[in-house]
């Protein structure tokens, strides 16, 4: 498989890919006109020149070479809010006595955060069903990382990764339930896609005072900071790479927001730098790795190595044909799975 920038020649396939995303992933609506807009914001960010991070918003894209098919994607923004803010519910704790009847009262609050200046953020991962064994899945989650130690001026000192909520398809959210249908007058489907433009809708009437845990109904207070099941296998990898849950919900399902210092992040912090010196006829024996180029023209696979010395690598053909390598071209590369 390779990772590479989404081009527009992609949309068609990005589209299928959407439609088995179902409900709940927000930034992969299976909308034509909306993932055309996201096509052409990606290709804006890759293009442009950056020196510090903004609201660039980059979309990667997992091909299968034996079809062309697009069957996975993965994105990145440079800086969450600015323009529109971005919102979350922070969780805290408030501690209630009273001296004269004997009782302490440890009471969750849900207080509504919005952050002008935020973090760089990764989400939009999504791999085809058929394409989730094999490794795939967590080359199109860790790749996003390769490419951030490629390009370091155009991402943050920290990233959140906000984590797909518990949300069916037949009974919807119960946070929503509980909470934002109240206020918002439409369906979570609506809000959720409307939440992936302007946000404005949510500042005109979303509630600012804390909300007390304790008084929503059952199934809502139970699924606050939990993972959709399908995204747990992604929830694993990150937590692997060093994200850590950080009392942050989201505003509408109630996913939990992690968080990572950039330069902590595993594949970043053990990633190495080296020069391609040899191409073989045939796979080194190795380990398994993440491979790329260093560029702004973003390349990644799995596949094994040599080392050679410090900085002379020995691929394969076919992997050197994959990643558009010639003898002499910089090589970024990192054990695709942490040590025990």
């Known amino acids: 498989m390779l990772v590479r920038p989404i081009r527009l020649s992609d949309l068609e396939s ?32 890759f293009a442009q020149m950056v020196k510090r991070p903004g609201g660039e918003r980059y979309l990667l ?11 996975g994607c993965a994105g990145l923004v440079g800086r969450v809010g600015g323009f529109d803010p971005f919102y979350s519910y922070v969780l805290k704790t408030v501690v209630k006595e009273s001296e004269s009847i004997n009782v302490v009262k440890m009471i969750k609050t849900l207080n509504l955060v919005q952050d002008h200046k935020g973090p760089s953020e990764i989400g939009t991962l ?3 069903p058929d394409y989730r064994r094999g490794g795939h899945g967590r080359l199109m989650s860790l790749a996003r990382f390769l490419f951030m130690a490629a390009a370091p001026e ?8 906000e984590m797909r909520g ?14 934002g249908r109240h206020f918002f007058d439409m369906p979570f489907v609506d809000a959720d896609k409307r939440s992936a433009g ?20 059952q199934d809502a207070q139970s699924v606050i900071g939990q993972v959709h099941a399908e995204a747990q296998p992604a929830l694993r990898l990150l937590r692997n790479e060093g994200f850590e849950f950080g009392d942050e919900v989201d ?9 990572a210092e950039t330069g902590k992040i595993r594949t970043i912090r ?3 730098l080296g020069t391609l010196t040899q191409v073989l006829d045939s796979a080194p024996e190795s380990e398994v790795f993440l491979i790329s180029n260093d560029q702004l023209d973003f390349r990644s696979t799995l596949g094994r190595l040599r080392v050679d010395s410090e900085a002379d690598i020995a691929l394969s053909r076919a992997t050197a044909l994959t990643l558009g390598m010639r003898l002499g071209d910089s090589i970024r590369y990192v054990p695709a799975r942490p040590s025990k």
Request: hydrophobic fraction near 45%.
């Open 198 to 217: 302007n946000k404005q809708f949510i500042a005109d009437l979303m509630p600012r005072h804390p909300i007390y845990v304790s008084m929503l109904p």
């Open 61 to 71: 894209v997992m091909e299968d070479p034996l079809t062309g098919q697009i069957v």
């Open 14 to 45: 990005l589209v299928d890919l959407a439609r088995q995303a179902g409900v709940g992933l927000t930034t992969l609506p299976a909308s034509e006109p909306i993932l055309k807009g996201h096509v052409q914001d990606s290709e804006r960010a």
């Open 126 to 128: 999504f791999v085809h």
């Open 270 to 272: 053990e990633s190495r």
């Open 154 to 161: 155009r991402f943050t000192k920290n990233v959140i990764a």
């Open 251 to 259: 505003i509408f399902d109630a996913g939990p927001l992690y968080r």
């Open 166 to 179: 518990n949300v069916a398809v037949e009974t919807g959210s119960p946070f929503w339930r509980a909470i």
